[in-house]
């Protein structure tokens, strides 16, 4: 448990109120030139561990006028709020303020779709037990994405769990994307004989929304759904983000750097959550985006596999890829961890719907729901122990002649679990 310093928190107060003072007096005789210093933006403001973030936030606000968004207490401590960059980097200033970065936009790694249970060996699982009858996996997973069709009956949906982050939670989790839908049905779609199933089958989805209809947002939503996950972290085993932006990794979970994001996931990450992430589809190494970029994730590339068999020759199904592949789109280097399926892909889609698209962002759910499968069987893994069983299981049998890089990664293989 954190500490909370009244100490630090009275003498941000004072501070702040001598700034509120100086500040206010400077503006009288020198406003700042409209649509410079006065034009306001999103920011995320990242606090010190022992300050309290929802007491300093507030005072922060009615102090400094600011349009408060997310408050974050869980995986770090800080928030999110609408501000001039003047105030910005008065904030900057207070004690007990880590640091402050404008807000980023971030986006769904989708391109168009791959088939993927049969070549990670899904249906050799026991845990997974495919054969056409309803028998649910007990396992957690949450959906970091456009929100889950909550009523989709392919999917088995902890609508009591679900979070919306966008448009600071007004409206519900449910997705008006389908992103998050299909990434949810690879992950976990029912073995119930109808539409398609799953990696991990009848897996309890937990749909958080931080990107909205047009698959895009901000990085303050995506901490917030982080900070949400990391809050049960004794009810989620693994979390999925089929999403990304630009940043890199600064080695020390954004202590250096300021990255709020890294530190909710190392946060949430030492709280017992896996998270798997999709590498990017720029085709360039995943060391420029975040959160692929970082160590505690496991970073996922895509394979292009039209038949679900070894050996390639399969006749492309959806887009010009070749069998058994690395897939042209996905990014590549030593931040990758593990290849998956991730072109081609038939999964579950908003209103009841099934859709086929491709991405890295459909790659990353496969092994999201291996880790499922793993953490099913095995409760009292880490999520380092998580990681490498999926590498120490994998597969070299891909053809990695297309790969940008020279590291062959593990193909995801969960025969065994």
């Known amino acids: 448990m954190r500490l909370r310093s009244p100490a630090l928190v009275a003498a941000a107060a004072a501070a702040l109120a001598l700034s509120v003072s100086t500040t206010g007096a400077a503006s009288s005789s020198a406003a700042p030139a409209p649509g410079i210093a006065s034009a306001t933006g999103s920011y995320v403001v990242l ?41 910005a980097a008065l904030v900057a200033s207070l004690p007990g303020v880590a640091s402050v970065t404008a807000d980023t936009p971030v986006a769904a790694t989708a391109q ?46 902890n609508t009591a769990g679900a979070k919306n982050c966008t448009l600071f939670g007004i409206g519900s989790a449910d997705d008006q994307n389908g992103h998050g839908t299909h990434v949810s049905g690879t992950i976990g779609a029912k073995d119930d004989a109808n539409g398609v199933v799953g990696m991990a089958p009848g897996a309890r989805i937990w749909p958080v929304k931080v990107l909205g209809a047009a698959g895009t947002g901000l990085n303050s939503d995506v901490i917030c759904g982080i900070d949400y996950v990391a809050a049960h972290a004794d009810e989620i085993e693994v979390a999925n983000m089929s999403l990304g932006g630009g940043g890199e990794d600064d080695g020390d979970c954004g202590a250096t750097n300021g990255d709020a994001m890294h530190a909710a996931i190392c ?54 890829d070749e069998d058994d592949t690395f897939a042209s789109f996905s990014n590549y280097g030593d931040d990758v961890d593990i290849i998956a399926p991730g072109v081609c892909i038939t999964s579950t889609w908003m209103n009841g719907g099934y859709d086929t698209i491709s991405g890295t962002s459909m790659a990353a759910p496969h092994v999201a729901g291996g880790a499922a499968l793993y953490a099913a069987t095995h409760p009292s893994a880490t ?7 999926l590498e120490s299981a994998g597969s070299s049998d891909w053809d990695a002649s297309d790969d940008p890089d020279d590291t062959k990664e593990p193909l995801l293989d969960v025969t065994g679990w």
């Open 47 to 87: 606090l010190d561990d022992d300050v309290a973030a929802r007491t300093v936030s507030a005072l922060h606000a009615d102090r400094l006028g600011l349009e408060l968004g997310h408050v974050y207490s869980s995986a770090i401590q800080g928030y999110s709020a609408s501000m001039s960059p003047t105030t």
């Open 112 to 157: 168009s779709t791959p088939t993927g249970i049969d070549r990670a060996n899904a249906d050799a699982s026991p845990t997974a037990a495919i054969d056409g009858t309803d028998q649910r996996v007990d396992v957690d997973v949450a959906v970091i994405d456009t929100g889950v069709d909550l009523d989709h009956p392919d999917l088995n949906v």
């Open 267 to 320: 946060e949430a990450v030492a709280n017992g959550v896996t998270f798997v992430v999709a590498a990017g589809n720029d085709s360039a190494d995943a060391a420029e985006s975040t959160p692929a970029a970082y160590d505690e994730v496991v970073t996922v590339s895509a394979l292009a596999d039209f038949d679900g068999q070894p050996g390639g020759g399969a006749a492309s199904t959806c887009r010009a």
């Open 383 to 389: 999520p380092a122990q998580v990681q490498a069983a």
